[in-house]
């Protein structure tokens, strides 16, 4: 694996492959060999030496097409949400009295001091995740995450921060 990635991406893309391989072999182990090439298994083993090794496959091809214009893919799906969880963090900052730059100041700076994000958000970066957020409102989740938020912590915006932290660490995975 690359040595420009972070420890956390190069443990997450390691974690990836091992559950694909494992996946393979669980497929391989309870269907007919003959039926391989039809469910498209022969292409997914190709797309996993190709994670690998740094091949070409069409996949990748497709993936390299899907970027968005700053040339960088979008991000994942544990990614968004946990910059949900952060900009929620900051709505929740905001609610107990926090001006609003405040509450992004107090969210990247105690975010920076985890492994959560490959890159530490910046004040920016929260800013702009809340105005890229989809869905742009805040959902019946998002809602309810707010009063847990509110209701274990009261007005404590470290008691805040250390919830939210939580959630993105030990809650399971979309």
């Not at 190709?46 to 991000?75: I, Y």
Request: include cysteine; aromatic fraction near 6%.
């Amino acid at each position: 694996m690359s040595k420009s990635l972070s420890h956390l991406e190069r443990r997450r893309a390691g974690h990836t492959l091992s559950a694909l391989w494992w996946m393979i072999n669980a497929v391989k182990e309870r269907t007919d060999p003959s039926d391989w090439g039809r469910m498209g298994l022969f292409e997914v083993v190709d797309l996993a030496h190709a994670l690998k090794r740094g091949g070409e496959q069409p996949v990748l091809k497709l993936w390299q097409n899907c970027k968005s214009g700053t040339h960088r893919p979008a991000p994942g799906l544990q990614e968004r949400r946990a910059r949900r969880l952060a900009v929620l963090l900051c709505i929740a900052l905001e609610q107990v009295g926090l001006l609003k730059s405040d509450a992004r100041r107090t969210a990247a700076k105690a975010l920076a001091k985890t492994w959560l994000f490959a890159r530490a958000p910046t004040v920016d970066a929260l800013r702009h995740w809340e105005e890229r957020m989809e869905p742009p409102i805040l959902t019946a989740e998002d809602e309810t995450a707010l009063a847990r938020a509110k209701a274990c912590c009261s007005d404590d915006r470290q008691c805040l921060v250390n919830h939210f932290i939580g959630l993105v660490q030990f809650s399971p995975s979309p």
